[in-house]
């Protein structure tokens, strides 16, 4: 059952009866695609928790997915400040763009989101079979096991980059990349395994940020 409340009498409707959407990813906060809805589309997604819309060109309410089974699970529906416009934080089944893309702004100029796998990774916690996932079987075996996976992989990481050549071939790129990857998984890992969200760590790392900034202009910080 949809949790989802939107109240439609207080949203602004524009002279064809509609509302932009924005549609979010919940977990990096990259912006999937622009869509529009009426009330009726808006109706089906509070019942739903699916992603319904209204598809100007063709003049009919279309649900995303309904084709492709890319749908959009929503999580929480924003209204902005003049009432005109909507955020819908999404959970994503697969590519949001038509064309196949994980979103339709590519090239996506974030350069590292994790949160979907932070995501997969808690939905491996959840109800995977230790005998199919290594994350599961991993999960299992507790903090310790997994901080020193951590361990590890950290000492494999700062091995490639010591041996790293930049003007050599790219097996030595392709080694640093693979062994950073490994380290940041089993780091999320780590933390999930934890219970801490990695959203705490992204929020620490703002702070940081913020503070050493205001500390440049003479007002402390780090």
């Known amino acids: 059952m949809s949790e989802l409340v939107l109240d439609l009498e207080c949203l602004r409707y524009d002279e064809r009866g509609l509302v932009t959407v924005v549609v979010q ?14 009330r009726e589309a808006l109706e089906l997604t509070v019942a739903s928790g699916k992603g319904h819309f209204f598809s100007r060109s063709r003049q009919q309410l279309w649900r995303k997915g309904e084709t492709s089974g890319n749908e ?3 999580q929480q529906i924003l209204v902005d400040c003049d009432a005109d416009t909507l955020i819908y934080r999404v959970r994503p089944h697969g590519p949001a763009c038509h064309l196949g ?5 590519e090239p996506n100029p974030a350069t590292l989101e994790l949160g979907w796998l932070a995501r997969v990774l808690a939905d491996r916690a959840e109800d995977a079979d230790q005998d199919a996932s290594y994350t599961a079987r991993l999960l299992a075996r507790g903090v310790a096991r997994v901080a020193q996976k951590v361990g590890e ?3 494999e990481t700062v091995i490639a980059g010591l041996t790293y050549d930049r003007s050599g071939s790219g097996e030595d ?6 062994e950073s990857a490994d380290l940041i998984y089993h ?11 990695a959203q ?3 929020a620490e ?3 940081r940020h913020v503070g050493r900034t205001v500390g440049s202009e003479g007002g402390g910080g780090s």
Do not use: P
């Open 173 to 178: 790129r392709a080694k640093l990349v693979g």
């Open 205 to 207: 790392l703002q702070r």
């Open 25 to 38: 990813d919940e977990a990096s906060g990259a912006v999937l695609m622009v869509a529009w809805s009426n």
């Open 72 to 74: 959009l699970d929503v």
């Open 187 to 197: 780091l999320l890992v780590l933390l999930q395994v934890a219970g801490v969200d």
């Open 101 to 105: 893309t994980r979103t339709c702004f």
């Open 153 to 155: 992989e950290g000492v």
């Open 200 to 202: 705490e760590i992204g």
